[in-house]
């Protein structure tokens, strides 16, 4: 299994990024998130989207900022980020598990993705 995230980069406190990950290799029903992690500090929880897509949950920090979605034809996982903010910034990893729920925990991710700068000027 891999995951490849992409669509990180540099954008102006307010404005908004489009991220996007792609599995390769996983079959049968399964959850994914996002997640960001900066250095010196834990890996941090943004959202999670089940396996048919009608199920989300985000972290109170994106909550009504970060949309997730999923395509389950083409394998992909979208988080589009608005009103983005100075403390966003970090880099951003896409996971993935079997399953049908979905899932918040990284230690519930069996596979991820190398992660995508997100950096963001005030």
């Known amino acids: 299994v891999q995951l490849q995230a992409s669509g990180g980069g540099l954008v102006q406190a307010g404005g908004s990024l489009r991220l996007s990950c792609a599995a390769y290799?996983?079959?049968?029903?399964?959850?994914m998130g996002w997640f960001r992690e900066a250095p010196g500090k834990e890996r941090e929880f943004v959202a999670a989207?089940?396996?048919?897509?009608?199920?989300?949950y985000y972290a109170d920090s994106v909550k009504g900022r970060f949309t997730i979605s999923r395509d389950n034809t083409k394998n992909t996982l979208t988080l589009q980020m608005n009103s983005l903010k100075p403390e966003d910034t970090t880099v951003y990893l896409c996971?993935?598990?079997?399953?049908?729920?979905?899932?918040?925990?990284?230690?519930?991710?069996?596979?991820w993705g190398q992660g995508t700068l997100v950096t963001v000027s005030s």
């Open positions: 996971a993935a598990r079997s399953g049908t729920s979905y899932y918040t925990q990284g230690s519930q991710y069996n596979y």
């Open positions: 290799g996983i079959f049968g029903h399964y959850g």
């Open positions: 989207i089940n396996w048919s897509g009608a199920n989300t």
